[in-house]
């Protein structure tokens, strides 16, 4: 399993050399330069000229990625163009925020998608079963960003019952993880109906209740432990791109996050921010599909005979 986890990691590497050389490309081909993004229109050609200089941008592409890639192997980020401060230190500092929501966001998916499947299973062709599946087909159809405008149209502009921007009040983080969650939630309680209706039916399940087992030790106790194998997977998924979509939440919500950090660089043209932004999130994806795995692994001895070998 170690070398497994190692592997994996391993084959990270040319990943985050890929999307790193794409990422500062992109950035090296945008209009504009950072001296005229950061000093604005009413700087003199020579003040944007020594900024571009002081800050290295007016030096060949392929020497700014190399001395990029050379600082990353000291474990060093580089340093913003914006505020001369070193990359990693505002990542640290904006982390935390995207951190809370990602992880209340799925902390909520999973705390509604999950009993509602099991429930959906359970009473399969109710009105538990039909009204929950059907309401998972079209909500995820909706966009998170245009739910949490609407949101903060209704409950912090009309209703002022939460506040519009900023996390100083917990009640801050309410409706960003409502909208990135929402989704998130359907699609889980699709995913553990369909994986539960199938335990249901096997022959461990059949004998337990042919010995007069009791329906909820049945179904939390014997058919849960291997109905949520999947789920699990799904989950782990689901945190991952709840990053991407905590990123848009700070964005509309006003939130001091790693999403306001990347959007002010892209203004910027800050590429050495920008580039450690989306590699510090791609590690962070990648660990999380990792300590999946080990998850599934854990509650399933044959995943993990699978992996060992």
Known sequence: MGRYVLKRFL??????????????????????????????????????????HAVGFDRPFLV??????????RGDL?????TKQPVMNEILARMPVTATIACLSVLTAALVGVPLGVLASVKQGGLWDTLPTSMSMVIPAIPGFWLGMLLLYLFAFKLDLVP?????????????????????????????????????????????????????????????RNGLLPVVTSIGSTLG????????????????????????ALNMRDAPTVVASALFVSVLFNTILVLTDLATAFLDPRVKARYSK
């Open 64 to 73: 700014r990625y190399g001395n990029f890639l050379s600082d990353l192997l």
């Open 164 to 224: 519009s921007f900023g996390v100083e009040d917990p009640l801050g983080y309410l409706l960003p993880v409502f909208a990135n969650s929402f989704g998130s939630a359907a699609r889980l309680q699709r995913y553990t109906r369909s994986s539960m209706v199938d335990i249901l039916q096997t022959d461990y399940v059949r004998t337990a209740r042919a010995k007069g087992a009791k329906e909820r030790v049945v179904i939390w106790k014997h058919a849960m």
């Open 241 to 264: 791109a709840m990053l991407g979509g905590a990123i848009v939440m700070e964005s509309l919500f006003s939130l001091p996050g790693l999403g306001t950090l990347t959007l002010t």
């Open 78 to 82: 580089g340093i913003s163009y914006r």
């Open 11 to 52: 084959l990270l590497i040319p990943v985050l050399l890929v999307a790193s050389f794409m990422i500062y490309g992109l950035m090296a081909l945008a209009p504009g330069d950072p001296g005229t993004a950061i000093l604005g229109t009413d700087a003199t050609p020579e003040e944007i000229k020594a900024y571009n």
